[in-house]
């Protein structure tokens, strides 16, 4: 009988060999967790878990609405109008615009025109994102998907840049980037939308998207001007942004100084001038055209969205309606940037109190002045990370020792936070969903400050207190944030509730 005898000095080298794999994959393992990329990674996961477990806790009211469905339906039979008819008792009203008339008959807040159905929103969210799941996978997705798709989208080009931006300090720190990432991702009311997706929601968080991608894409090019296929794709991803909503037509203004930037760079002087207007201006004027001859289409006008026509709580097809209403700002500034939300006496889960639907918001000193609005809460006071924001405009000086292409970015996300909300001051109504509008972009350049903060005080005595006074902001922020988007629009339950 042979049976094989095991030679040890085999069974050695086999063991050896185990061990030095074991020790390779042990290797491997922690140099991934030293990695700076990976760890940026990690944090973008869990943010993306948080975004997944406020859009599953929306309520099932939320559910089942889906106009951007009805919008890619149309499309896809070659037609601008949804694909829902309207009732036909709308025909036969004296004014079918008019609330107390309507009621009964119409789909809330679409546009009415012609006997069909219009969104007043741009089209861009439906032919990008609705359209091309149906064709791919026959999925008719609903509002609530398209919203978390776009804000994922959004927050990763989002935090992406800063991630870049912090690298580029010259002094990364994993503290400070966790603190900054939290806070623009949290305490921008993004978790808010993601609890009530309608297609109010959809257009938003589809503006935010393609701006944060056309501002990663920005951010790239002002690194290497020679690589033109950025700036070409910042101009697309600033169009799109307009696509969405039509108050993003100020991205032009960032344009206009990617060009001027471009145009000092003394290493890039071989691209003639019409090239270089061509690659900035071009696809974003051919989005803007896009839209114009999709407004003629729907309304014999490329000024009409379908706002003077959409059949909401007022009637806005009345000659008298104006979407500005100039007494507005001192409420709306209020609103947005101090009103701070309500702690519960006895501190039960949720700890704040957030009542539904509307209000007749007024300013506490000054109750003379008031305005119909839905809930809005205060960024600066509510996500007090922003507070560093303001640092960074009353410390004005730094910017002049940035780089070139560093004191651009602030500048332009400086812009991207004004401008919309000086817009959303004069806008004849405020809902908390709008201050995405600005957010983002603000808590940003807060964020830009803060690492500029840290890499001036890394060596000093200051950078303790900078980590503990960036994270402590960071974790109210957040944790604001989170518990809006879990109260969402429905409101939290009131003070008698307890759970």
Not at 418 to 430: E, K, N
Not at 465 to 487: P, R
Request: glycine content about 6%; proline content about 6%; overall charge positive.
């Amino acid at each position: 009988m042979n049976e094989s005898i095991p030679h040890p000095t085999s069974d050695k080298a086999y063991n050896m060999e185990s061990s030095s794999k074991m020790e390779k994959i042990i290797g491997y393992v922690i140099k991934a967790i030293k990695s700076k990329i990976m760890f940026f990674l990690v944090l973008l996961a869990i943010i993306l878990c948080i975004y997944a477990l406020c859009f599953l806790y929306r309520p099932e009211t939320y559910r089942s609405f889906s106009y951007m469905q009805y919008l890619g339906e149309g499309f896809l039979q070659g037609h601008t109008y949804l694909n829902y008819p309207p009732h036909p008792a709308l025909a036969t009203l004296p004014d079918p615009y008019e609330p107390m008339q309507n009621f009964f008959y119409k789909l809330h807040d679409a546009s009415y025109y012609n006997g069909k159905y219009y969104l007043y929103f741009g089209p861009v969210p439906a032919l990008l994102v609705w359209i091309p799941i149906k064709l791919l996978t026959g999925i008719a997705v609903n509002d609530g998907i398209m919203v978390l798709i776009l804000v994922s989208v959004g927050t990763s080009c989002l935090a992406t840049l800063l991630y870049q931006i912090s690298r580029s300090f010259g002094a990364f720190s994993r503290t400070g980037l966790a603190i900054v990432i939290l806070s623009i991702s949290l305490g921008t009311r993004l978790p808010y939308l993601l609890n009530r997706p309608l297609f109010y929601e959809v257009a938003v968080t589809g503006a935010y998207c393609f701006t944060a991608m056309g501002m990663l894409s920005l951010w790239r090019f002002l690194l290497n001007p020679k690589r033109y296929a950025w700036i070409i794709c910042t101009s697309l991803c600033f169009g799109l942004a307009v696509g969405c909503r039509i108050s993003h037509a100020f991205t032009i203004i960032i344009l206009l100084l990617s060009y001027g930037y471009w145009t000092k760079d003394k290493n890039d002087q071989a691209v003639s001038a019409p090239v270089r207007i061509a690659a900035v201006f071009g696809l974003w004027s051919l989005c803007i055209v896009g839209l114009a001859i999709y407004n003629w289409e729907r309304f014999g006008s490329i000024f009409e969205n379908g706002v003077h026509y959409q059949l909401a709580l007022w009637n806005q097809h009345n000659i008298n309606f104006t979407t500005l209403d100039f007494k507005a700002p001192l409420v709306h500034a209020y609103l947005y940037l101090v009103k701070p939300l309500k702690w519960r006496p006895d501190f039960n889960f949720p700890f704040f109190v957030v009542p539904a639907d509307f209000e007749m918001a007024t300013i506490p000193w000054a109750p003379y002045f008031a305005a119909q609005t839905e809930q809005v809460y205060g960024v600066l006071t509510n996500s007090p990370f922003s507070l560093f924001f303001i640092a960074f405009l009353m410390d004005w000086r730094i910017r002049k020792h940035w780089q070139g292409e560093m004191r651009l970015i602030a500048n332009i996300l400086f812009i991207c936070t004004c401008i919309p909300l000086a817009f959303l001051m004069v806008f004849f109504y405020a809902t908390q969903r709008y201050a995405v509008d600005f957010s983002p972009w603000m808590m940003s350049v807060a964020g830009i400050y803060y690492l500029h903060l840290l890499k001036s005080n890394r060596q000093t005595k200051c950078y303790s207190f900078w980590i503990i006074t960036g994270a402590a902001l960071a974790c109210y922020t957040a944790f604001t944030g989170v518990m809006m988007g879990y109260c969402g629009y429905e409101g939290c339950p009131p003070l008698a509730t307890t759970l």
